[in-house]
């Protein structure tokens, strides 16, 4: 019994040691040289993605802010889009339907693109902040496409 014990000790104690070891090399990485960025946005999506099928497609990250009082205009996206707000709050109008949804910062969400015709309008006092994500762009094609108003929403 004492000697499976010392070797499970043995045991513990090398994934101790290779675990610190690998910590330390982490801590002293080298660092990047003339690269930047910007802070990443995060938020939870629950939304399930979907593309046209297994050809190849462009994938385009955009941040897009919307002064108070603005909007997209009536658009829809060859595409689903993932939109995370970074601030502010926005409401998104679907022009079939005209039924809005309002979404705040820290939020996310799956837009369904593939001609779903929609407006997003800044009703709120100050300038809302969006980084969208456009999945399943054809190669070289436009992200979004400007559609009709529909004249049955707001």
Request: charged residues 15%; aromatic residues 6%; hydrophobic residues 40%.
């Amino acid at each position: 019994m004492k000697v499976r014990t010392l070797r499970q000790f043995g045991v513990v104690t090398a994934v101790t040691a290779a675990a610190v070891v690998t910590i330390a090399s982490m801590a002293v990485g080298t660092p990047g040289s003339g690269a930047s960025s910007t802070p990443p946005v995060r938020g939870t999506a629950e939304d399930k993605i979907m593309t046209r099928g297994n050809g190849a497609y462009n994938v385009i990250a955009h941040d897009i802010s919307i002064a108070a009082g603005g909007h997209s205009g009536w658009h829809t996206h060859p595409g689903q889009a993932i939109v995370m707000v970074k601030s502010g709050t926005f409401t998104v109008y679907d022009a079939k339907t005209c039924t809005s949804q309002v979404y705040q910062a820290g939020q996310v969400f799956v837009d369904r693109g593939y001609g779903d015709v929609h407006i997003a309008r800044n009703e709120g006092a100050v300038p809302t902040e969006l980084h969208v994500t456009y999945l399943d762009v054809p190669v070289g094609g436009a992200f979004r496409i400007d559609a009709a108003d529909p004249g049955t929403c707001p």
